[in-house]
């Protein structure tokens, strides 16, 4: 009697559940799913947000932030169309593509700037060189570097705070290969979050504090905000789209990325997505504070997309301070 | 005598500062849930209007809006409570009226008090692995639900329980003298006369999942969606859909934890209005659990 009741409950649950399971059959429209870096969102958004207008809700797209190390993963495993990358694909990533048998083609869409910031109070930083940089960051000056003064003599001894994206994030990756020169390579010892927004407090209210973001976030924070102007080797630089788009703010500025799977591009309204990102990027990207490609970068995305030309020109390593026209030159491999 | 006044005054003097220090001990949550909501309310103020709560997210932060995210919010917490409700009073009835006073029933007791101590980020794990992997359900509406059903599942069970506890025996025994069965004893006497506790624990349940972002982003909720899951009436034949519950969505809480990470501050004001409309939500289901709780307690009549 009992046991009865339960079991008639029991199977109403799971009447429900499969009844909902067998609905996944007829899907009512498209839905192009793309995931990825927290950086490359806006753009996709951005995109994501005026592909809808214009086809009037026929087709849905969805954009989620997993990094891109959580992208990457997801696309992998055929679960996304699109992977927001904010640094080309690893090695790693590329055999669990491989292994799960799906294709993809590399785009790069846009400039982001890497910014080296500190408080406004601060008089005696203008201009940094990449060596100085990575004597603030290499590994070895955990617990070492600890005041301004050890970076370069003539700066006071006041504490040097330090501020910066946490491991997991694309920027990390960039910033540790170029400025120390080994991804990943970095001192543990400074206040880390994934939220750009906790940088930018940490930093506007310490007078020591150095730290290092994305352009877009420094550029909505000017006014809490110092950018320090940084010497590649042919005097110093400070960011801007300017400066970005003619190579001279190096290596900080880096390509960012978009991967489309080839299973995804059998779909008419992914193909359509993507020649309409490629299309509007030189309006867009500027409008949520990116750097775009020169024009004949996004022609070249679309004649690389058109026909096809599948993997990376990366071949899995992160590369630093190439210009985007050098990486479309070169042929992608699998 | 004059001792015997001092004493009493200074038990007077002790009664009335325990008073004073109980006072301020109620103030400080008091004053915090005050402070945060004046501070919401001053941010997020000026960005609520009729056309944020009928737009959808933007990269404008002017013309962004909670659209999906409310609609996304109340589709979920449907199907939280279809499930999570009917399971968790069934198993709350069974507790306490059927099951036998045993080692096993102990082990289920003790298994559900410690469940409703689990983080809710567990809940999500365990969701991402059974729901979205096993079953292939996805990011969707009806994995979401199922999630926050779990997570609810314990609190649903404990208010049930207490509720039928409550119930003194004299009516159970009253019932079983006139020749009725458990079953019938239970949905004539027990359950109406437990439902005014039941429904406000559901309640309380509902307003503890409604502010969950943990459990949901873990289960790999997006965040950019613009459009609604498919409407369950249909002009059509069958004229009833249930593919809205395999939509991909988005709730209040995650369009926030959105906003909240973007560089422009006009976003910020943005999760502040979305704070308060979250806010004024939770309080609102709180206030009807109230009010549900006082009309079946005028309806006893023992």
Redesign the interface.
């Known amino acids: 009697?009992?046991t009865k009741?339960?079991s008639k409950?029991l199977t109403l649950?799971l009447g429900l559940?499969s009844?909902?399971?067998s609905?996944?059959t007829?899907?009512?429209g498209p839905?192009i799913?793309i995931?990825g870096s927290?950086t490359v969102?806006?753009i996709?958004?951005?995109m994501?947000?005026e592909f809808?207008k214009s086809k009037g809700?026929a087709v849905?797209?969805?954009?989620?932030?997993?990094g891109t190390g959580g992208g990457f993963k997801?696309f992998c495993r055929g679960e996304t169309d699109i992977s927001d990358a904010s640094r080309p694909i690893l090695k790693k990533e590329m055999e669990d593509c491989y292994l799960q048998g799906i294709k993809y083609i590399e785009l790069p869409i846009a400039y982001d700037a890497l910014t080296v910031m500190v408080n406004p109070q601060n008089s005696w930083v203008t201009s940094m060189t990449m060596a100085e940089l990575k004597r603030i960051w290499a590994p070895e000056s955990q617990g070492q570097v600890l005041k301004w003064n050890q970076v370069r003599p003539e700066w006071p001894t006041e504490p040097l705070k330090l501020y910066g994206p946490g491991s997991d994030s694309g920027t990390f990756d960039y910033f540790t290969e170029a400025a120390v020169g080994k991804a990943k390579a970095s001192r543990g010892d400074y206040t880390a979050s994934e939220?750009?927004?906790v940088l930018?407090q940490g930093i506007a209210n310490d007078k020591g504090a150095l730290g290092y973001f994305g352009f877009?976030?420094y550029?909505?924070?000017k006014d809490k905000l110092k950018a320090v102007a940084i010497d590649g080797g042919k005097g110093p630089v400070l960011p801007s789209p300017q400066t970005v788009e003619n190579g001279a703010y190096q290596p900080l500025s880096r390509p960012i990325f978009i991967y489309v799977s080839t299973q995804a591009i059998n779909k008419p309204e992914v193909k359509e997505f993507v020649e309409f990102y490629l299309k509007n990027a030189p309006t867009l990207v500027p409008?949520?504070?990116y750097v775009p490609l020169p024009p004949a970068a996004y022609a070249a995305d679309l004649g690389r997309f058109q026909n096809k030309k599948v993997g990376t020109a990366f071949s899995g390593v992160e590369a630093v301070g190439l210009k985007v026209e050098e990486i479309l030159k070169r042929e992608p491999k699998l | 005598m004059k001792d015997l006044k001092t004493l009493i005054a200074r038990r007077k003097f002790l009664d009335l500062l325990f008073a004073i220090v109980g006072l301020l001990a109620l103030m400080v949550g008091v004053f915090t849930l005050l402070a945060l909501i004046i501070d919401l309310a001053l941010d997020g103020m000026s960005r609520l209007s009729l056309s944020f709560f009928f737009s959808y997210p933007s990269r404008f932060p002017e013309e962004a809006g909670i659209l999906s995210a409310w609609v996304g919010t109340i589709l979920v917490m449907f199907v939280t409570a279809t499930t999570a409700v009917p399971l968790g009073i069934a198993s709350g009835i069974y507790l306490e009226e059927y099951a036998p006073k045993n080692w096993f029933t102990d082990i289920i007791e003790i298994n559900i008090a410690n469940l409703a101590g689990v983080p809710s980020i567990i809940y999500g794990l365990m969701a991402l692995g059974l729901f979205v992997y096993k079953l292939h359900l996805g990011q969707s509406v009806l994995t979401a639900g199922l999630t926050l059903g779990l997570l609810i599942l314990p609190i649903v069970i404990m208010a049930t329980r207490e509720a039928i506890r409550a119930i003194p025996t004299s009516i159970r025994e009253a019932a079983y003298a006139v020749g009725a069965t458990k079953w019938q004893t239970v949905q004539d006497h027990v359950l109406p006369y437990s439902l005014g506790g039941i429904l406000t624990g559901v309640i309380i349940g509902l307003s503890r999942a409604i502010g969950e972002s943990a459990p949901l982003l873990t289960i790999g909720a997006l965040t950019f969606i613009a459009f609604l899951p498919d409407p369950p009436l249909q002009t059509h034949f069958p004229f009833f859909s249930f593919e809205w519950l395999l939509s991909p969505f988005t709730v209040l809480p995650i369009q926030m934890f959105n906003w909240v990470s973007r560089p422009q501050a006009a976003f910020h004001l943005n999760a502040a209005a979305a704070g308060l409309v979250l806010l004024v939500m939770t309080l609102t289901m709180n206030g009807v659990a109230i009010y549900v709780r006082y009309l079946f307690r005028k309806r006893i009549q023992w």
């Open positions: 009697m009992k009741m339960m409950i649950t559940v009844l909902s399971l609905t996944t007829i899907w009512a839905v799913k995931d927290s969102y806006p996709t958004e951005a994501a947000e809808q809700g849905k797209v969805t954009v989620g932030i997993s997801k939220d750009d927004n930018v877009a976030y550029i909505e924070n409008q949520v504070k």
